[in-house]
């Protein structure tokens, strides 16, 4: 099994940068799609972005392109969200999630086996 802890949520100002870690254990992430999804209170679970396993296909929601970067280091078994112009309804928690490859490009829930405990970010205005 994969274990998964995110580390790197806080309180930033709209239009500010925070970089969001995913460090894993029990397995390496090298054979994983690793995705990132948030969530704000009182609404579902929302894909944010994605990773294949060969490191060299990602994909994102429309809402973060162009703001937020996903790359993975997998000698370090850690993946990344690199957040920028971050903006209020960016506000959520957010969850590292690790799956295995399946056909189709990896943005909902089901793609996913593991799943860390999530992050706050705060995003003030």
């Known amino acids: 099994q994969v274990q998964l802890v995110e580390s790197g949520g806080g309180l930033v100002q709209a239009g500010g940068s925070l970089r969001l870690s995913c460090a894993a254990s029990?397995?390496?992430?090298?054979?994983?799609?690793m995705g990132w999804f948030r969530q704000a209170p009182g609404k579902e679970r929302e894909f944010v972005a994605a990773?294949?396993?060969?490191?060299?296909?990602?994909y994102y929601a429309d809402s973060v392109k162009g703001r937020f970067t996903i790359s993975r280091d997998n000698a370090e078994n850690t993946v990344y969200l690199q957040m920028n112009s971050l903006r209020p309804e960016d506000t959520a928690v957010y969850y590292c999630?690790?799956?295995?490859?399946?056909?189709?490009?990896?943005?909902?829930?089901?793609?996913?086996?593991?799943w860390g405990q999530g992050t706050q970010v705060t995003v003030s205005s």
């Open positions: 990773i294949r396993w060969t490191g060299d296909i990602t």
């Open positions: 999630a690790a799956g295995t490859p399946g056909l189709l490009p990896p943005r909902y829930q089901y793609n996913y086996d593991y």
């Open positions: 029990g397995r390496t992430l090298s054979s994983y799609d």
